[in-house]
């Protein structure tokens, strides 16, 4: 059974600084999500990873996949406030189509 | 572009009552999933559906049914309503290899 561990689950930041925030999973995974999640809203897709090697990047934040280390990291680049809210990542997959969610980050970076 | 739309978006019931929340998507996706989120807990797949008429259970699937009747549509029933059902449910779609879209979500209370 699949299962999604992200860590940390809360980080708070300042502005312009780099992180990283780290998400394993338990059995293979053919397909890694990475959503955000502000508050009292809904989820809004940022990426979807499908193969080993696989990286992504919109504005500030990167993605990348590592499926031998069962690995997904989602990296910040020099920080900015509007980049504060909660980030999942979610993997599904291969012999059946659950999609299973980590706890979330808690991203919080002051100005 | 409605995308997936949830209805009701809020309700209050008392223990033993009995709801269904509606879940419509008009993107033709074959796959359907309902999410509760709990503080702390991330988002946990409660039931998911391949396809129209077929379902199976999630993570935490005791106390809710579903029903996928047409493929546009993924209904969750609560049978029997306990407080521990308190919670912001969502409904997502996708298609292979596709972020899921999730709804608006539905914020239940039960008293």
């Known amino acids: 059974e699949l299962k999604v561990e992200q860590n940390p689950l809360f980080l708070s930041m300042q502005e312009g600084k780099n992180y990283t925030i780290y998400c394993n999973y338990s059995t293979t995974s053919d397909r890694l999500y990475w959503y955000r999640q502000d508050p009292g809203k809904s989820l809004e897709s940022l990426f979807v990873l499908l193969s080993n090697g696989a990286v992504k990047q919109e504005g500030r934040l990167m993605a990348s996949l590592d499926t031998k280390a069962r690995l997904s990291t989602l990296h910040i680049t020099a920080a900015v406030h509007d980049l504060s809210a909660t980030y999942f990542c979610?993997?599904?997959?291969?012999?059946?189509?659950?999609?299973?969610f980590g706890k979330g980050t808690r991203l919080h970076i002051l100005p | 572009n409605a995308g997936v739309t949830q209805t009701p978006k809020f309700r209050v019931l008392k223990t033993g009552q009995s709801m269904t929340l509606l879940c419509a998507q008009d993107m033709n996706h074959e796959y359907m999933y309902w999410y509760r989120q709990d503080p702390g807990m991330g988002l946990r797949l409660i039931h998911y559906?391949?396809?129209?008429?077929?379902?199976a259970k999630g993570e935490v699937p005791d106390g809710y049914n579903v029903s996928r009747l047409k493929k546009q549509n993924f209904l969750l029933g609560l049978e029997s309503a306990a407080p521990s059902q308190t919670s912001v449910y969502f409904c997502a779609s996708t298609t292979s290899g596709s972020p899921l879209h999730f709804g608006n979500g539905t914020r239940l209370t039960v008293t």
């Open positions: 559906s391949v396809g129209e008429g077929t379902t």
């Open positions: 979610a993997g599904g997959g291969p012999r059946d189509d659950k999609i299973i």
